[in-house]
C-alpha cells in the first residue's frame, strides 16, 4: 500500500499550501511530481485533517499556558496580598485605649486621631507624646513605639514601622512584644525582604493558640511557593 505521506513532511506541508495559489491541475501535476499521486480531494482531506491537528495541539498549549498563569497569579496565595489582609484589620485589633488618669494630653488626642484615620495627626500626637515621656518609663515608651509603628504602617511607611516596631519586639517579656513581631514581619513583607520577614513569621507562628500565628503560617507558606 502506497504511504500517504512523504518521509518529508515539511516539503508536502509547503506543496500543499500552494492549493491556496495555484489552479488544481498546476497542484496535481507539482504533487506528482514530487512523488505524491494522489487526488486533489483526498490532498485536501488530509491537509484540513493535519491542520485541525495542529490547531489542537495549539489549542491544548494555549490553555495549559492560561491555566498555569491563573494559578501561579491568581489561584496561589501571594504574599503581599495575604500581608495586606492582615493589615486592613490592624485598627480593630489594636484599638488605642487611652487612660483617663495620665496626665499626656497628648495620648487623649492621639486616640481621637488614631480612630478617625487622621495619621499624620496622630504621629504627631505620639511624637509630642514620646518628648514628654521619661527615659525611665519603659512600659510607657514601649506603647508609644508600637503605635508609632501601627502609624507608619497604615500611611505605607514600612521602613518607618520597622524601626519603630524593633525596640518593643526586643523588649523581653513586654505586653506588645509578640505583636511587634508580627506587625513588623508584614512591614518586611511590603518591603519585599522576604528573609527578614520569615525570621518573624516564624517566631509568630510558635504561639499556636493566637489568631496571628495561623495567619502567619499561611503567609510563611505562600512565600515558600513563590520563592
Known sequence: MENQFPDDKREERHLYKALELLETEKVEAMLQKNGIHRHTKVIKHDFKMQSTKWWMAAAVLLIATASFFIYVNILQPNPQQLADNSLCTVVDDYNFSYRSSSTDQNLAEFQKAFNTSQWAVAENNLDAALTATAVTDTNALMNIYFYKGVV????????????????????????????????RALAHIKNKNFDAAKVDLISTSQFKSWKKAEEAAKILKAIGQNS
Open 152 to 183: 507608619e504602617l497604615k500611611q505605607n511607611n514600612f521602613n518607618d514601622a520597622i524601626i519603630n516596631f524593633t525596640p518593643v519586639a526586643n523588649f523581653t517579656n513586654g505586653a506588645l512584644q509578640k505583636d511587634a513581631v508580627w506587625l
